[in-house]
């Protein structure tokens, strides 16, 4: 099993940056599908980013394209959201999950939170306008 924490989120104004780090204990690191999603209020969880277990291969949220980036650390094993260009729709709790995946499919990424069974606790991100 991996156990997940997130930090870095907060408050921020439109057009800000802030950057999200979820740090993983437990079983190697590297061996997971590495995902962020998140769920606004009244809203379903949707997902956001996530990378690859080798790191070869990364899929985005349209609506996140060309704002937000995943990188992961697997010596830290740590990953990251770098979210730049903030809009107050960003506003949500985001969570960091890790799916299980064969060795053999180094370049597959699930964008569906029912692949991922780790998640952490979740960092709020509230953007004002």
């Known amino acids: 099993q991996v156990q997940l924490v997130e930090s870095g989120g907060g408050l921020v104004q439109a057009g800000g940056s802030l950057r999200l780090s979820c740090a993983a204990s437990g079983r190697s690191f590297s061996s997971y599908v590495m995902g962020w999603f998140r769920q606004g209020p009244g809203k379903e969880r949707e997902f956001v980013a996530a990378y690859s277990w080798s790191g070869g291969s990364t899929d985005y949220a349209d609506s996140v394209k060309g704002r937000f980036t995943i990188s992961r650390d697997n010596a830290k094993n740590t990953m990251y959201l770098q979210m730049n260009k903030l809009k107050p729709e960003d506003t949500a709790v985001y969570y960091c999950?890790?799916?299980?995946?064969?060795?053999?499919?180094?370049?597959?990424?699930?964008?569906?939170?029912?692949?991922?069974?780790?998640w952490g606790q979740g960092t709020q991100v509230t953007v004002s306008s």
């Open positions: 999950a890790a799916g299980d995946t064969s060795l053999l499919f180094p370049l597959v990424v699930y964008t569906t939170p029912t692949k991922y069974q780790y």
